[in-house]
């Protein structure tokens, strides 16, 4: 018996429906095939049940030859049936696979073409389960249900019209029955629609909030929050069984409610066909052929609508994943790409081969030389609109500068490396890299041309020497080493027990956090840009080994201009500017003992270090 609807109803039908059979089309070949053995089998299971009325009718007569016929016939058209109904099932498995892996791969591309506002507003136990919960409903429906949902319908039409050839009388009764089934149906459908909803948003929440748990368990245990999170988890849990019965209730009375029917049905179809056969109204052969096909009227009526339910979560469920697919992707209206050049005749001239040496090459075919001149130009940004983040900020970094961002946490300092590899945009002035505004620069180019290393350190499944590499995918083992000795974690790397081998799992959770970040530093290293941008780069070093960096940051840093932000104020001393943010706005410029002789904020942010330390 198959089970109740759990999800909610799809609220963009015509779209959704549009979009999976877009997918569906895909492979059409392999549904046509299923839809035409699911006719087979469905056909041959009214046929072998209509053959019952010409077998009884040789019984009651003593014909045996034709008995036999019959019996023979019949059995042949069950066989097909069963083999048609062996076909659809392992051709739909396959289809659904190719399906499934399509949206999948599509889901997954066009994640990637998202912006980081997406990421930053979604909740990652959301968006994983578009490839989880969503994805199974779809898996589910095309496994289970798309078939099923054929294959009765073929049933229940044809049930209705043999029941009308073996008796147009009897029949009537039976589609008034019909009629109520089909009623109830709708009735339930309407009175659990409203709960469906609630329960997904449930669902959700609670699928999240395991998710924050499960990855801050440190700091659960720290601050002894276990029952704390016991209750909380315990309210979603019951917000979601609440809204589970609530969606439930009405769509498990469907099947009992339409088998009563059918009993009643039956009883009266039974006693008005016996007094129509003793009356000689109807041979015994029909009344007996006509009863089975009432026996069996309510099961393609449940299989109907259990698997209509089915196919409606999981089209709630591809009506999710279509939305996200259907999110505006990064816009990317940019002309100027970056390229390797070599000089030719005195001249720069591009090529294909890797030179080291980079320009900027306009629509026209111009080329700019990649310096690292980077200048903000009366820039104004807010991530929601009325909440200004920055306001009239203004500063130049000319090539091989190093440029620092000081102040209170909530200043705008990492907003300003967010606009500058144009994660978000500006709202007011203008970003400029090399004379050329940003938003003229193709995302992917502008991106190539910067090394940033993050204060929360990112590490993926694989080996160190895979992590390294990550920064430039063909780097060369030596590359990838002198990477390493220049972050001063090549030290560390080779103490462990397959070196470069050593497997990395659980986002690094096997090194420590000093050792993720030198590893993060190795990953810029390797990258070789001409623009690097350090995000508190070393928040989670200890001082000696700060120390020990500190000239291979040096070397890392020669010739290029770099971005650095630091609680730190002994990590940005030697910054050819300091800029101190206060609200969004740079209220104090200059290098270090400039802005200590001025005794400002930056004054009171150094010496108020200085004393923690």
Same mark, same amino acid.
């Given at each position: 018996?198959?089970?109740?609807?759990?999800?909610?109803?799809?609220?963009? =039908?015509? /779209?959704?429906?549009?979009?999976? @059979?877009?997918?569906?089309?895909? *492979?059409?070949?392999?549904?046509?095939?299923?839809?035409?053995?699911?006719?087979?089998?469905?056909?041959?299971?009214?046929?072998?049940?209509?053959?019952?009325?010409?077998?009884?009718?040789?019984?009651?007569?003593?014909?045996?030859?034709?008995?036999?016929?019959?019996?023979?016939?019949?059995?042949?058209?069950?066989?097909?049936?069963?083999?048609?109904?062996?076909?659809?099932?392992?051709?739909?498995?396959?289809?659904?696979?190719?399906?499934?892996?399509?949206?999948?791969?599509?889901?997954?591309? &066009?994640?990637?073409?998202?912006?980081?506002?997406?990421?930053?507003?979604?909740? &990652?136990?959301?968006?994983?389960?578009? %490839?989880? $919960?969503?994805?199974?409903?779809?898996?589910?429906? =095309? $496994?289970?249900?798309?078939?099923?949902?054929?294959?009765?319908?073929?049933?229940?039409?044809?049930?209705?019209?043999?029941?009308?050839?073996?008796?147009?009388?009897?029949?009537?009764?039976?589609?008034?029955?019909?009629?109520?089934? %089909?009623?109830?149906?709708?009735?339930?459908?309407?009175?659990?629609?409203?709960?469906?909803?609630?329960?997904?948003? #449930?669902?959700?929440?609670?699928?999240?909030?395991?998710?924050?748990?499960?990855?801050?368990?440190?700091?659960?245990?720290? %601050?002894? &929050?276990?029952?704390?999170?016991?209750?909380?988890?315990?309210?979603?849990?019951?917000?979601?069984?609440?809204?589970?019965?609530?969606?439930?209730?009405?769509?498990?009375?469907?099947?009992?409610?339409?088998?009563?029917?059918? /009993?009643?049905?039956?009883?009266?179809?039974?006693?008005?066909?016996?007094?129509?056969?003793? $009356?000689?109204?109807?041979?015994?052969?029909?009344?007996?052929?006509?009863?089975?096909?009432?026996?069996?009227?309510?099961?393609?009526?449940?299989?109907?609508?259990?698997?209509?339910? %089915?196919?409606?979560?999981?089209?709630?469920?591809?009506?999710?994943?279509?939305?996200?697919?259907?999110?505006?992707?990064?816009?990317?209206?940019?002309?100027?790409?970056?390229?390797?050049?070599?000089?030719?005749?005195?001249?720069?001239?591009?090529?294909?081969?890797?030179?080291?040496?980079?320009?900027?090459?306009?629509?026209?075919?111009? =080329?700019?030389?990649?310096?690292?001149?980077?200048? @903000?130009?009366?820039?104004?940004?807010? /991530?929601?609109?009325?909440?200004?983040?920055?306001?009239?900020?203004?500063?130049?970094?000319?090539? +091989?500068?190093?440029?620092?961002?000081?102040?209170?946490?909530?200043?705008?300092?990492?907003?300003?490396?967010?606009?500058?590899?144009?994660?978000?945009?500006?709202?007011?002035?203008?970003?400029?890299? !090399?004379?050329?505004?940003?938003?003229?620069?193709?995302?992917?180019?502008?991106?190539?041309?910067?090394?940033?290393?993050?204060?929360?350190? &990112?590490?993926?499944?694989?080996?160190?020497?895979?992590?390294?590499?990550?920064?430039?995918?063909?780097?060369?083992?030596?590359?990838?080493?002198?990477?390493?000795?220049?972050?001063?974690?090549?030290? @560390?790397?080779?103490?462990?027990?397959?070196?470069?081998?050593?497997?990395?799992?659980?986002?690094?959770?096997?090194?420590?956090?000093?050792?993720?970040?030198?590893?993060?530093?190795?990953?810029?290293?390797?990258?070789?840009?001409?623009?690097?941008?350090?995000?508190?780069?070393?928040? #989670?070093?200890?001082?000696?080994?700060?120390?020990?960096?500190?000239? +291979?940051? !040096?070397?890392?840093?020669?010739?290029?201009?770099?971005?650095?932000?630091?609680?730190?104020?002994?990590?940005?001393?030697?910054?050819?500017?300091?800029?101190?943010?206060? *609200?969004?706005?740079?209220?104090?410029?200059?290098?270090?003992?400039?802005?200590?002789?001025?005794?400002?904020?930056?004054?009171?942010?150094? *010496?108020?270090?200085?004393?923690? #330390?």
């Amino acid at each position: 018996m198959a089970r109740p609807f759990n999800g909610k109803r799809p609220q963009n =039908l015509r /779209y959704t429906l549009g979009m999976l @059979f877009h997918y569906l089309g895909q *492979h059409r070949i392999l549904f046509l095939i299923v839809t035409v053995l699911v006719t087979f089998s469905a056909l041959g299971n009214l046929l072998g049940t209509y053959m019952i009325r010409p077998v009884v009718n040789h019984l009651a007569n003593g014909d045996l030859r034709s008995l036999l016929r019959g019996v023979l016939v019949t059995a042949m058209i069950y066989g097909i049936g069963a083999a048609s109904a062996y076909g659809y099932t392992q051709t739909m498995v396959k289809a659904a696979q190719q399906v499934l892996y399509d949206i999948r791969r599509d889901l997954f591309a &066009h994640l990637q073409t998202l912006p980081l506002k997406f990421f930053d507003s979604n909740r &990652h136990g959301d968006i994983m389960s578009y %490839f989880t $919960n969503d994805v199974d409903t779809i898996s589910d429906a =095309l $496994n289970n249900s798309f078939a099923m949902i054929i294959q009765s319908f073929i049933q229940m039409a044809g049930t209705l019209v043999v029941l009308f050839v073996l008796s147009w009388q009897l029949s009537l009764i039976v589609a008034v029955c019909y009629v109520i089934m %089909f009623w109830y149906i709708q009735f339930s459908g309407k009175k659990s629609k409203k709960y469906y909803l609630r329960q997904q948003e #449930s669902l959700g929440d609670l699928d999240g909030y395991i998710e924050e748990m499960v990855n801050g368990q440190k700091v659960v245990k720290v %601050f002894n &929050h276990e029952q704390e999170n016991l209750e909380e988890f315990r309210k979603k849990n019951k917000a979601l069984q609440e809204a589970g019965t609530g969606a439930q209730s009405y769509a498990a009375s469907m099947i009992p409610a339409v088998v009563t029917i059918s /009993y009643i049905n039956y009883a009266i179809v039974a006693v008005l066909g016996g007094i129509m056969a003793m $009356n000689g109204m109807m041979d015994v052969g029909s009344l007996a052929s006509y009863l089975v096909f009432v026996r069996q009227a309510a099961m393609p009526i449940n299989q109907f609508t259990q698997q209509s339910n %089915f196919m409606l979560a999981a089209l709630a469920g591809a009506e999710r994943v279509f939305r996200v697919m259907n999110e505006e992707p990064e816009v990317d209206q940019g002309q100027v790409e970056l390229v390797n050049v070599r000089q030719e005749n005195g001249e720069w001239v591009t090529c294909k081969e890797k030179t080291g040496n980079w320009a900027w090459r306009g629509s026209d075919g111009a =080329l700019t030389m990649l310096r690292g001149d980077v200048r @903000f130009e009366n820039v104004d940004f807010s /991530y929601e609109e009325d909440h200004p983040i920055l306001k009239n900020i203004s500063l130049y970094a000319k090539p +091989g500068q190093k440029i620092a961002f000081v102040g209170s946490t909530g200043a705008g300092k990492t907003t300003i490396t967010n606009l500058i590899n144009r994660f978000y945009d500006v709202q007011g002035g203008r970003v400029i890299y !090399d004379g050329i505004d940003v938003k003229e620069i193709k995302k992917d180019s502008l991106r190539r041309s910067l090394g940033i290393v993050l204060q929360d350190t &990112h590490l993926f499944t694989g080996t160190i020497a895979d992590n390294i590499r990550f920064g430039k995918l063909d780097a060369t083992m030596d590359e990838i080493r002198q990477a390493a000795q220049i972050a001063n974690a090549d030290s @560390f790397i080779r103490r462990l027990p397959k070196g470069y081998d050593t497997m990395i799992t659980g986002d690094g959770a096997n090194l420590s956090q000093g050792q993720r970040q030198l590893l993060a530093i190795a990953r810029a290293a390797v990258a070789d840009p001409p623009v690097l941008i350090l995000d508190e780069a070393t928040s #989670s070093i200890d001082t000696r080994t700060e120390a020990l960096i500190e000239k +291979g940051m !040096d070397q890392l840093m020669e010739g290029r201009t770099v971005f650095v932000i630091a609680h730190r104020l002994s990590t940005v001393r030697n910054a050819n500017a300091i800029m101190v943010l206060e *609200h969004g706005q740079i209220v104090e410029r200059g290098d270090h003992e400039d802005l200590l002789s001025q005794k400002g904020k930056y004054y009171q942010l150094y *010496h108020g270090m200085f004393e923690l #330390s």
